[in-house]
Structure formats: C-alpha cells, structure tokens
C-alpha cells in the first residue's frame, strides 16, 4: 500500500514533470467532481421542488409521484446510498485536490496524501458500489422504478404484451448491475494508475530531491 518517497532508487533519474503531471490531473479530476456534485445537487433539489408539477391532478403528495420514484425519492436504501455517496465523494475529492496541489509543487506529503486517499477510494468503490449499491439497494430501486414506469403508462391505451412487473424489475435490476460495475472499473482506473507511477523510481527520486530542496536552499 506504501509508496514512500524516502527510498527512492539509487541512481534514478528524477521526474519531477510526472510529478506534476499527476498533480495537475488530480486538481482536474477533483474539480470536474466537486463540480459535478454541485450540480447534481441543484438538479435533486430541482425534482424535489417540482414534485407538485409531477403528480397526477388531485393525487397523493408529491412524494408519492411516479416520475419522483424513478429518481429513487420514495426508496429509502436509495436515499441512503445517495447521501453516503456524496458526503464520501465530497470529502475525498477535496483530499485529492490537496494532494494535486502538493503534487504540482513535487511535495512528498501530496503523494502521501493521494497515495492514502487513492486507496480510500477503490475501498470505497468495492464497499459502496459492489456490496452497498448492487446487493442493498439495486433489488428494491429496480422493484420501485418498474413500478413507477407501470404507474405512468395508460392502462386505457389495451396495448397487450405489456411487460409485467417481474419484467421490468429483471431488465432495470441488469441495468443497475452494469451500470455499477461500470463505475466500479471505471473509478478504480486512475486511482491503479495513478498508485503505480508514484511507485517508480523516477518519481521517487523527484519527490525526494523536492524534500530536500528547501534545506538546501537555506
């Protein structure tokens, strides 16, 4: 799991621009999150407030609307994950954005930070993701959304061959499987990437010199 810069190679070359390369990916990546989850919060705040324009003319609370529930607002597993989800994003998204700051400038600590923090986040996408998300609450959010979409269709259309609701859960249950495994595979590539070029010798060897710069200088 370590990838302490005190003992960098012997004789290595150091690369302190892949050093800063990476800093400057995690400010990036860190920032297209931060941001994203800002949105994304404005978004669900949105659907929230809209839910009066939602629902059926003299139907149930907003709450209880069809379209509410294929965002997942009346599943409380859902709801769960969610805020979990952006409360361990947010925080480990302002972690990689201080490591990319201590990156750019070829600090040991920012490597150390974003080597504690990668790990952090595979856990948190094997935790989340694989158990959480695919085992707790895809089988109840793929029952609600099937529901939510047999609620929104016309039982006056006498369309046959509509799918059952066993149906719709299967196809929205596989739908939630790919999608989290796609985040799982997709979320764990920079983190592995990123980890193994902090472990070569060149990277090692610029992070040390960039410790020792300063007394030098003095």
């Known amino acids: 799991m370590s990838t302490d810069a005190?003992?960098?190679?012997?004789?290595?070359?150091?690369?302190p621009g892949v050093v800063k390369a990476?800093?400057?990916?995690?400010?990036?990546?860190a920032v297209m999150v931060l941001i994203?989850?800002?949105?994304?919060?404005?978004?669900?705040?949105?659907?929230?407030?809209?839910?009066?324009?939602?629902?059926?003319?003299?139907?149930?609370?907003?709450?209880?609307?069809?379209?509410?529930a294929m965002f997942g607002m009346q599943d409380r597993r859902f709801i769960q994950?969610?805020?979990?989800?952006?409360?361990?994003?947010?925080?480990?998204?302002?972690?990689?954005?201080?490591s990319g700051i201590g990156l750019i400038n070829v600090h040991r600590w920012g490597a150390r930070l974003w080597a504690w923090t990668a790990w952090i986040k595979l856990v948190?996408?094997?935790?989340?993701?694989?158990f959480?998300?695919?085992?707790?609450?895809?089988?109840?959010?793929?029952?609600?959304?099937a529901r939510a979409v047999l609620a929104m269709m016309n039982p006056g259309t006498g369309v046959k061959g509509a799918p059952s609701l066993g149906q719709l859960t299967r196809v929205y249950a596989i739908m939630n499987l790919i999608m989290a495994v796609a985040?799982?595979?997709?979320?764990?590539?920079?983190?592995?990437?990123s980890l193994w070029m902090l472990g070569r010798p060149g990277v090692k060897a610029a992070l040390a010199r960039g410790a020792l710069k300063e007394p030098e200088l003095t």
């Not at 805020?83 to 302002?94: E, R, Y």
Request: no cysteine; hydrophobic share 60%.
């Open 81 to 98: 994950f969610t805020l979990i989800d952006v409360v361990t994003a947010l925080v480990l998204n302002l972690m990689m954005l201080a």
């Open 6 to 15: 005190d003992l960098p190679t012997e004789f290595a070359l150091p690369r």
């Open 124 to 130: 948190r996408l094997v935790v989340l993701w694989g």
């Open 22 to 29: 990476l800093g400057i990916v995690n400010v990036v990546f």
């Open 132 to 145: 959480f998300y695919i085992i707790v609450v895809a089988p109840s959010f793929s029952e609600s959304m």
């Open 36 to 68: 994203g989850l800002a949105l994304g919060a404005m978004w669900l705040y949105a659907v929230a407030r809209s839910g009066t324009a939602l629902r059926d003319p003299g139907g149930p609370p907003s709450t209880s609307s069809p379209a509410l």
């Open 183 to 193: 985040i799982i595979v997709l979320g764990a590539i920079y983190p592995v990437l």
